[in-house]
């Protein structure tokens, strides 16, 4: 069932392919930009990925004009506020961000000091605050799941009163996203793992949360298809260019099919798991994708069946019959779960995460309902629910 | 045309403002006569502002935390919560409960600016308190018992 109204907005340019990084000393003249800011973190930096942008800019006869290449894990003001005086320092006129989740929504963060010419991000907090086009801001991301680099959203850590601040707005969504298959190639295997499990939720939620539309169904199926396609491929062959560059386009699809439907109740659970236990993202994804599709399936049984034809194509899809497509469908995605936890030992179980305890789960249940993205659920939840929906990822 | 259309522009402005009223009284009145209420009130900071209002100028309310519950509030300053309906029919949809909350929010009808686990929690004690007023006032009806089947207050 679609919405009786939906909107979709996604205006970033995607530069994606081969020399993709050299389209941008073009692209950044053409917004008259000529002295980008670096944004980065160490990993990116120590794993040589800046090479190629850096010779990339060198020869469309650009530099960068000041570099910020220590963003931690988990952003803060602090961290942005100090970016956003090294860009004035430098009289820089644009973004580069280069690196996953955190440096991305640096950058966002960043941006908004330096267009609005402000020193706190505060005011700029919640939806609706900013009302102008921010600096140009171009996007390098280092992974393929996170789908910030299509997002209108951002979330930086307040270390004094150690709250998340969410901002949301147009004005946030980058310039533009540069996928070229070079920056990916080096990702470990555990985190390609973990990252194509986390696109592949924000398709899955997409596609069968209350807001889904036609268009980012579009976006959901055919991000659902290439991963499906392509992970374990990457997982067996590294530098498989052309499977890590169909990985990276499918996390950007999938980002653009859930920053127009939303995800709902496996992120909404995730959120907590991650902030409590200290699992990555896209590992929280992945225990719970399975258990919250099986507790949506008497609201959406027609829609998860439909999955069933991007996760294993044509002739599996044609093969079951229309009844038993739903269940096959979440067979498949604990296949590919527990094919990725030979490879890389990628978590199935909570137990197996090594990080979370028993007792923890009712606590956990009880923050999930008051995550945002639950609002989008196609079924009503409760906290029996949620408990019921942890107990079954347990082990 | 529908049936929602044909109902005039002032009926419409009318039903919505007197259901605005409703609902902010009663956000006012719920703290002293409900526990579960009080308890989640409880998770709101003294001072919060929380303000629902039909975009760009009202109908609305706009209320206060004050120890176990919620004051009327006519601050002028931006609330630390608002959700905003971008249109008055959409509101009239919601209040009419043709459309139940999550339909609206996934339909883009609000707007919902401040953080999002307070929200989630107005929301909780919203639907409590339509609880304890819309069985008396409109009968427990489908399309109420869905209303508030969406939240429940957890133990």
Same mark, same amino acid.
């Given at each position: ?26 692209? #950044? ?28 800019? !060198? ?106 601040? @969410? ?129 949506? #399936? ?29 269940? !096959? ?6 296949? @590919? ?31 999930? #309902? ?26 | 045309? $529908? ?25 006012? $009145? ?126």
């Amino acid at each position: 069932m679609t919405t009786s109204y939906y909107e979709f907005f996604c205006p970033v340019k995607i530069l994606a392919g081969t020399s993709a990084l050299e389209h941008v000393p073009f692209e #950044l003249r053409l917004l008259g930009a000529s002295r980008p800011m670096l944004v980065t973190d160490s990993g990116v930096k120590g794993a040589g990925l800046l090479d190629p942008l850096r010779r990339a800019l !060198a020869e469309g006869e650009m530099d960068f004009a000041a570099a910020f290449d220590d963003v931690p894990s988990d952003s803060s003001t602090t961290v942005v506020t100090a970016c956003a005086s090294l860009y004035r320092q430098h009289r820089c006129d644009a973004i580069i961000a280069v690196g996953g989740g955190s440096v991305i929504d640096t950058s966002k963060g960043v941006n908004i000091l330096v267009s609005e010419n402000a020193d706190r991000l505060e005011p700029f907090a919640g939806s609706g605050a900013l009302k102008r086009p921010l600096r140009p801001f171009f996007v390098v991301p280092t992974t393929a799941g996170t789908g910030s680099e299509v997002t209108l959203a951002a979330v930086i850590t307040e270390p004094t009163r150690e709250v998340k601040l @969410l901002f949301t707005s147009y004005f946030l969504l980058p310039t533009a996203a540069v996928l070229d298959p070079r920056m990916t190639l080096t990702l470990p295997p555990k985190l390609t793992a973990a990252t194509a499990m986390d696109a592949m939720t924000h398709a899955v939620e997409a596609f069968i949360g209350l807001a889904k539309n036609p268009l980012s169904d579009a976006y959901a199926t055919a991000a659902i298809r290439k991963i499906s396609a392509n992970v374990i491929v990457a997982m067996d062959k590294p530098r498989d260019v052309a499977a890590r560059f169909e990985l990276a386009q499918a996390a950007t699809m999938a980002g653009i099919a859930f920053s127009n439907s939303m995800t709902s109740l496996v992120h909404a659970i995730g959120h907590e798991l991650g902030a409590t236990c200290h699992l990555h993202h896209g590992t929280c994804m992945s225990l719970v994708l399975p258990y919250a599709l099986e507790y949506n #399936l008497s609201a959406r049984a027609a829609e998860i069946g439909e999955l069933l034809l991007p996760l294993e194509g044509a002739d599996t899809y044609a093969k079951t019959p229309v009844e038993e497509r739903p269940k !096959a469908a979440i067979a498949s995605i604990r296949r @590919l779960r527990d094919d990725l936890h030979a490879r890389c030992d990628l978590p199935r179980t909570l137990n197996e995460t090594g990080q979370v305890r028993r007792d923890q789960l009712p606590a956990l249940a009880r923050r999930s #309902l008051d995550d945002g993205a639950l609002s989008y659920n196609p079924k009503a939840v409760r906290y029996e629910d949620v408990l019921g929906i942890l107990e079954r990822a347990w082990a | 045309m $529908s049936a929602v259309d044909a109902v005039p522009t002032s009926v419409v402005r009318g039903y919505v403002a007197a259901l605005m009223a409703i609902l902010g009284r009663g956000l006012v $009145s719920l703290g002293g006569a409900d526990a579960v209420a009080r308890e989640e009130i409880h998770g709101f900071p003294d001072g919060f502002t929380f303000e629902m209002k039909v975009l760009p100028s009202g109908p609305g309310f706009r209320v206060r935390k004050e120890g176990d519950g919620f004051v009327p509030d006519r601050g002028e300053e931006r609330p630390a919560l608002s959700i905003g309906f971008k249109h008055l029919r959409h509101a009239f949809r919601v209040t009419t409960l043709l459309d139940d909350t999550p339909r609206a929010i996934a339909d883009d009808r609000l707007v919902i600016d401040g953080e999002l686990a307070l929200a989630m929690r107005i929301n909780r004690v919203i639907d409590r308190m339509l609880r304890l007023l819309l069985p008396r006032a409109f009968g427990t009806t489908a399309t109420t018992i869905r209303l508030f089947a969406r939240m429940t207050t957890p133990p």
